[in-house]
């Protein structure tokens, strides 16, 4: 199976913070790579498909870039609403994985 | 709207089994996979099957072979995953979700069913 390993596991920000998730595949994925916001209580949301895509209806201070096993999901300035946890999931070959997730904390 | 809505919460005792069901509506079901994703609470997310509802094709993580069945009435566009076998670590929230196959990626998930498994 392919791991799928977040960093970090949580980090502190302020509102209109730049903000960087790594996640790294521990093999060749390409591209199939996407991003999930996780609300509490609420299901999974995509963000980003295919490691850069933006998924309809998403803000544009949302932003993935990478490739092959290294890829990283960018939010250009925190908003409130943006503080909770962020999955990425490998869409490669299955089994479908994901990472283990990144808190985003007020600071 | 696209949507998909999941059966209510239930209660099981260990050893016994549990059928979620997952209705989709706003599309047409025959057209997209359906996959199933759990997760315990406070944990993360772990995927375990997909279904094809136009052929009822399934593929499902090693970890649930032979304990998860995934079926489908296209009739009433629903898809069900049944879990058998229940043990305590298996309480979580199980989600449906829908496959885009343009996007390579789930891009509309159920609410969620509460499972609890408790003597």
């Known amino acids: 199976d392919i791991q799928m390993t977040q960093s970090p596991s949580s980090l502190s920000a302020s509102v209109g913070d730049r903000v960087t998730i790594t996640c790294r595949a521990s093999q060749y994925i390409s591209s199939y790579l996407n991003w999930y916001q996780q609300k509490p209580g609420k299901a999974p949301k995509l963000l980003i498909f295919a490691a850069s895509s933006l998924q309809s209806g998403v803000p544009s201070r949302f932003s993935g870039s990478g490739s092959g096993t290294d890829f990283t999901l960018t939010i250009s300035s925190l908003q409130p609403e943006d503080f909770t946890t962020y999955y990425c999931?490998?869409?490669?070959?299955?089994?479908?994985?994901f990472g283990q997730g990144t808190k985003v904390e007020i600071k | 709207q696209v949507q998909l809505v999941q059966s209510g919460a239930e209660v099981k005792k260990p050893g016994a089994s549990v059928r979620v069901s997952c209705k989709a509506s706003?599309?047409?079901?025959?057209?997209?996979?359906i996959n199933w994703v759990r997760q315990a609470t406070g944990q993360g997310l772990e995927w375990m099957g997909w279904m094809t509802p136009s052929s009822g094709n399934t593929g499902y993580a090693q970890k649930f072979q032979g304990r998860v069945t995934l079926t489908r009435n296209t009739s009433m566009s629903t898809a069900y995953m049944e879990l058998s076998s229940l043990r305590s670590d298996d309480t979580a929230v199980y989600y449906c979700?829908?496959?885009?196959?343009?996007?390579?990626?789930?891009?509309?998930w159920g609410q969620g069913t509460v499972v609890t498994v408790s003597s």
């Open positions: 999931q490998q869409s490669y070959t299955t089994p479908w994985t």
């Open positions: 706003g599309y047409t079901f025959p057209g997209y996979d």
């Open positions: 979700a829908r496959g885009h196959v343009r996007l390579d990626a789930f891009d509309i």
